[in-house]
């Protein structure tokens, strides 16, 4: 029974570049989570998806930043045109249920270390 | 104001013996769940302890053990007979229960990293 599974590891890119960081939720988990976490800081909640819907995406930026999980295939956090700020790693997190009282389990991935040059 | 606040930066603690980790927390809500997370060296976040606002008993996973003081918003984290393997990030986190479905999501706090010393 695989975890969270994330790839690639770690990613560089260049200034103007867009990164593309993939989340495969456990199976069952129909419920993803995107957290970004800079040096030396806690994560920090971005956007939080369902199959083909997007709840709450009011931690991420406004702009250059897209997240989408489609009916088959993995969640997907794109950031365009990447900039020495956007390093970082970037979390998934997923659940068989919403985040709350009833469901307080979620299951993290290990990380996409994204670098900026 | 910050939702979580972990005041130690670094701790260090001979191993065998036990180990304290602070955590406190802001909200308003009466319903909410407390969590702690391990993350080692090579990133992964790893699930320790979990904390409903409602339990009256203190959680306890194992060698971890969840200090709750509700009226101080305090969840404290002690590990007990330390071990190497316990160096890390420690990270505690909040589900606050301003939604009662859907859009919940975990706040963390800036982290504690435990030095265990042979």
């Known amino acids: 029974n695989a975890g969270v599974m994330q790839n690639p590891r770690h990613l560089v890119r260049r200034r103007g570049q867009e990164a593309r960081l993939r989340c495969s939720p456990m199976?069952?988990?129909?419920?993803v989570y995107w957290y970004r976490q800079l040096p030396e800081e806690g994560l920090k909640f971005m956007v939080y998806?369902?199959?083909?819907?997007?709840?709450?995406e009011s931690g991420m930026p406004k702009e250059r930043f897209s997240a989408e999980f489609p009916k088959e295939g993995p969640s997907i956090l794109r950031i365009q045109q990447v900039v020495r700020g956007d390093s970082a790693a970037y979390f998934c997190?997923?659940?068989?249920?919403?985040?709350?009282?009833?469901?307080?389990?979620?299951?993290f991935g290990s990380g996409t270390q994204l670098s900026v040059l | 104001a910050q939702k979580i606040t972990q005041t130690q930066p670094g701790m260090f603690v001979q191993e065998k013996e036990a180990v304290t980790l602070d955590c406190t927390y802001d909200?308003?809500?009466?319903?909410?769940?407390l969590f702690w997370y391990k993350q080692p060296s090579s990133g992964e976040m790893i699930f320790l302890i979990y904390?409903?606002?409602?339990?009256?008993q203190n959680a306890t996973e194992g060698r971890y053990s969840l200090n709750f003081q509700k009226a101080r918003k305090s969840a404290n984290l002690v590990i007990s007979a330390s071990q190497l393997g316990d160096s890390a990030m420690y990270f505690c986190?909040?589900?606050?229960?301003?939604?009662?479905?859907?859009?919940?999501?975990?706040?963390f706090g800036t982290g504690t990293r435990l030095t265990v010393i042979p």
């Open positions: 997190a997923s659940s068989p249920l919403p985040l709350g009282p009833v469901n307080e389990k979620l299951f």
């Open positions: 199976k069952g988990h129909s419920h």
């Open positions: 998806l369902q199959k083909e819907n997007i709840i709450d």
């Open positions: 909200t308003s809500d009466q319903s909410y769940g």
């Open positions: 904390q409903g606002s409602y339990d009256e």
């Open positions: 986190a909040m589900r606050e229960g301003r939604r009662a479905t859907g859009a919940n999501n975990l706040f």
